[in-house]
């Protein structure tokens, strides 16, 4: 009888120039089973992840080896079914992570998906980010929120999340490498993708929406629901009606006109706290030298990144999409407002490193005059937004800047210092011209930041206005069970736009749950 198979899990280090040297893997894999590396069979990494802390840094792995060859997975795409005909249809208002990765959800549930976007389609996309980038032309339904892939797709690509309980992240990870993705996602600690590389995936996951009987419409502009008595019967697009068995809305974090179109139709929405505040902007090698303890870094050490948070008066402040070796994009998506937004490429070899640094905005720290509705949250961002538009004395996307350190002291700057973001900087007090509370709130939230990373705090470092689309101002409520709207039958708010997640795999583990959550239904209701 032949000896069963023998497996076993190691967790070994590797130094900075063993990290791809497969001999060096198999030595330290077998030193630590004590077995001759001759005879250690097969191996494959788990998990990767970087010890900056250690100096020189170094990468922890964890391997499985095992005497017979592993098993190659099954294709997740492989349980897509043909839905062309299929008696059940959902409306995926969205195509972001939530709405596609819901859409694919539906292949599983042999449901058909009918994805309506108000953009368009990540190749048609491109000339409206020219034009908002170098003439100032903000696309109300095709910017850098609005349009294929959502948000994500013009973003870092980053796929770190805590969100385990929401569903299973690595069939999130399976079906973007499916989909062309490196399959180094699979086991980084903090995977991402880029923004160079985001666009091809999320056209092939379109494409396999499409081969499989789903339907996906660019251009499509939904203005309004077909609800009957209680129950959501479709959505009205381009003056059209498009009906379906539920509607899934995942319209992402910035379509404000589906919020005032809930409040009109008397379908409840809610405040949520949401945050506001800049972008910050250093010199990369400095971040590199400041985590990693080297000004140039080794080759295969990747951008150093942070993660900084503070309490301010029971307040929070902290990073948020910090881009190592990234840019500032403007992130507008409508004429005459200010808001910035952070990316990298895939290789993050920008010479910037620039993080979103942000303070919560609880109910309470909305001004009256902005109302004291659902709504007021949405009112006052889009306040701060336009302010900070109307102070650059330009029709154009060229933001207003400050020295960091002269941010802190309340003293103008000078000068703008050298930047990623395109459409260009202009100096401005924003120490005075955010509001009083939000600026305080990141003055010392910057001092103590340097206080736990010393030298974060520079003159070589700048902030930019406004990073204000951190999540959405508004929550649209959902039974916790069955994931429908409380007051609206077979209406399902999804992900970001909705109030429930924050980046994209937790919007693609939305969507799937929704899904998921709608197949139980049509299975008991026969």
């Known amino acids: 009888m032949p000896a069963s198979p ?10 900075l120039e063993q990290l791809y040297n497969e ?6 894999v077998a030193r630590h089973v004590r077995i001759p590396v001759k005879h250690l069979g097969h191996t494959r990494i788990i998990s990767r992840s970087l010890d900056a802390r250690s100096r020189p840094p170094k990468f922890r792995l964890r391997v499985e080896h095992s005497t017979v060859p592993f098993d190659a997975d099954t294709p997740l795409m492989s349980a897509f079914q043909d839905v062309s005909h299929a008696p059940k249809k959902a409306v995926i208002v969205g195509a972001g992570p939530a709405g596609y990765f819901a859409a694919l959800e539906c292949l599983m549930h042999g449901i058909k998906p009918i994805v309506l976007d108000r953009g368009f389609d990540v190749r048609t996309r491109r000339k409206d980010l020219r034009a908002i980038q170098q ?6 339904h095709s910017n850098y929120c609005f349009g294929e892939g959502g948000a994500g797709t013009y973003s870092d690509g980053k796929l770190y999340t805590r969100s385990h309980k929401r569903g299973n992240i690595d069939s999130v990870l399976r079906l973007l490498v499916e989909h062309g993705a490196h399959s180094d996602i699979l086991v980084d600690a903090h995977p991402h993708i880029g923004s160079n590389k985001l666009p091809k995936v999320v056209s092939s996951i379109r494409e396999s929406i499409e ?11 939904v203005t309004d629901f077909l609800v009957e008595g209680d129950t ?5 697009c381009n003056g059209e009606t498009v009906v379906g068995d539920v509607v899934v809305l995942a319209t992402g974090h910035s379509a404000r006109d589906i919020y005032d179109l809930l409040q009109r139709r008397n379908i409840l929405v809610e405040f949520k706290p949401f945050a506001l505040g800049v972008r910050v902007e250093h010199p990369q090698p400095l971040i590199d030298e400041l985590q990693y303890g080297q000004r140039h870094r080794h080759e295969h050490l990747p951008a150093a990144s942070y993660r900084l948070v503070a309490q301010v008066q029971e307040r929070g402040v902290y990073s948020f999409c910090m881009c190592p070796g990234g840019l500032i994009v403007p992130a ?12 990298s490429m895939s290789r993050r070899d920008s010479p910037f490193a620039n993080s979103g640094i942000v303070t919560e905005i609880q109910e309470h720290h909305i001004p009256r005059e902005f109302g004291n509705d659902a709504l007021a949250g949405l009112r006052y961002q889009q306040h701060i937004e336009q302010t900070m538009f109307a102070n650059n004395n330009s029709e154009k996307q060229v933001a207003p800047s400050q020295n960091l350190e002269d941010f802190v002291r309340g003293k103008d700057s ?13 100096t401005a007090p924003l120490h005075s011209l955010l509001p009083q509370d939000i600026a305080l709130a990141l003055q010392e939230g910057f001092k103590q930041f340097d206080r736990k990373m010393k030298g974060f705090l520079t003159s070589e470092a700048q902030i930019v206005a406004t990073e204000s689309r951190t999540s959405s101002p508004v929550r649209i409520p959902r039974d916790p069970e069955t994931l429908e709207h409380t007051h609206v039958k077979g209406l399902y708010p999804c992900a970001e736009g909705a109030g429930y997640a924050g980046g994209i795999v937790s919007a693609a583990l939305d969507g799937q749950r929704v899904i998921r959550c709608i197949a139980r239904a049509f299975s008991t209701s026969h």
Do not use: W
């Open 6 to 15: 023998e497996r076993k899990t190691v967790q070994i280090s590797l130094s």
């Open 23 to 28: 001999d060096a893997l198999r030595k330290k």
């Open 135 to 140: 003439e100032g032309v903000v696309h109300p």
């Open 211 to 221: 081969r499989f009987g789903g339907e996906v419409h660019f251009g499509a502009h």
């Open 232 to 236: 959501c019967k479709g959505v009205v």
């Open 332 to 343: 507008a998506t409508a004429p005459g407002e200010l808001v910035t937004n952070g990316m």
């Open 414 to 426: 000078a000068s703008v210092l050298p930047t990623s973001y395109i459409p260009g900087l202009h």
